[in-house]
Nanobody
Framework: QEHVVESGGGLVQPGGSLRLSCAAS????????LGWYRQAPGKERELVAD???????SIQDSVKGRFSISRENANNTVYLQMNSQKPEDTAVYYC?????????WGQGTQVIVSA
């Protein structure tokens, strides 16, 4: 059984925006730090942004100023707002635990940035 369901991916033009949603179970949502990862074709999976239970966020330098992460505790949902998108943002995006480390991965949601 998957613990999260990622959604919101799709095709977006360069400079456009997408908002990804991660619907998490109560168990995984209680984890201290949740994050969004991405994996581009031919590249390793990398952490993009993460957020603590209290709302403290960390954003990777490569997307800082363009991406933001937030969470709604009432809905057990973590969001990744992606603005000013670039072709290099093209990847499968995954939501998962950062601390403690994830033990499994879901399907993710595909983001394609192309004109």
């Amino acid at each position: 059984q998957e613990h999260v369901v990622e959604s919101g991916g799709g095709l977006v033009q360069p400079g456009g925006s997408l908002r990804l949603s991660c619907a998490a179970s109560g168990s995984i949502f209680s984890i201290a730090r949740l994050g969004w990862y991405r994996q581009a074709p031919g590249k390793e999976r990398e952490l993009v942004a993460d957020i603590t239970k209290g709302g403290m966020t960390s954003i990777q330098d490569s997307v800082k100023g363009r991406f933001s992460i937030s969470r709604e505790n009432a809905n057990n949902t973590v969001y990744l707002q992606m603005n000013s998108q670039k072709p290099e943002d093209t990847a499968v995006y995954y939501c998962n635990s950062v601390a403690p480390l994830a033990g499994s991965w879901g399907q993710g949601t595909q983001v394609i940035v192309s004109a």
